[in-house]
């Protein structure tokens, strides 16, 4: 075969190949199906009109509970009134207390403190009187370290009375004075009573 020869057997091969082509592409084209296009049935809601409905909110409306309001009030505070006072056992020991007058799980009690005294360091005196306030019903007075290192608790108790004790009250409305003998524990052991006068008096109305 000479070269003219095969370069027109090589145009005939290459013609052969389109040809081919085009027909396996024209059989290709020929079997694809257009996917079916579903028909709405009439009266069947359509699926957007479903969600929509779905989304939107029920026609029935819910009601908020709202919480009732207490009836119940706040118990109002029980007044307090300043409080001012001194103490004296065999010698003055305090003109400086302070604190406050109120009524306390019902009794009234008079509640005053000395934190910078000269002879105990501190002093604190809790007064319980009746509901009345015309009888003492318990009377404590807590003295600090004093310069021999000892502490005390002074102590008066209407119910049980110790023996030798006594705690007399005078005086009313915003002015009173304890007069009596109290009970003594110096570093937790007992001693003898110790004469005190304690009195307090109480700025406005408790």
Known sequence: MTRHDGRRAGRRWAAAAVTVALGVDAALTGCAKTPPVPVPTPGAPSVSETAS?????????????????????????????????????????????????????????????????????????????????????????????????????????????????????????SGFAVTGMLANTENGKASGPVPVTLKITCAGEW
Not at 118 to 126: A, K, L, N, P, R
């Open 53 to 173: 409905e779905s989304a939107s909110p029920s026609g029935s409306s819910t009601t908020a509970t709202t919480g009732t309001p207490s009836t119940s009030e706040t118990p109002s505070l029980a007044p307090v009134a300043k409080a001012t006072g001194s103490l004296t056992l065999y010698s003055e020991a305090s003109t400086k207390l302070a604190g406050t007058c109120r009524t306390a799980s019902g009794a009234p009690t008079l509640a005053v403190a000395d934190r910078s005294n000269e002879f105990f360091g501190t002093i604190d005196v809790t007064l319980v009187l009746n509901a009345r306030k015309n009888a003492v019903t318990r009377l404590t007075i807590a003295l600090g370290e004093d310069s021999d290192q000892v502490t005390r608790t002074l102590a008066y108790r209407a119910e049980p009375q110790a023996e030798g004790t006594s705690a007399k009250l005078t005086g009313s409305g």
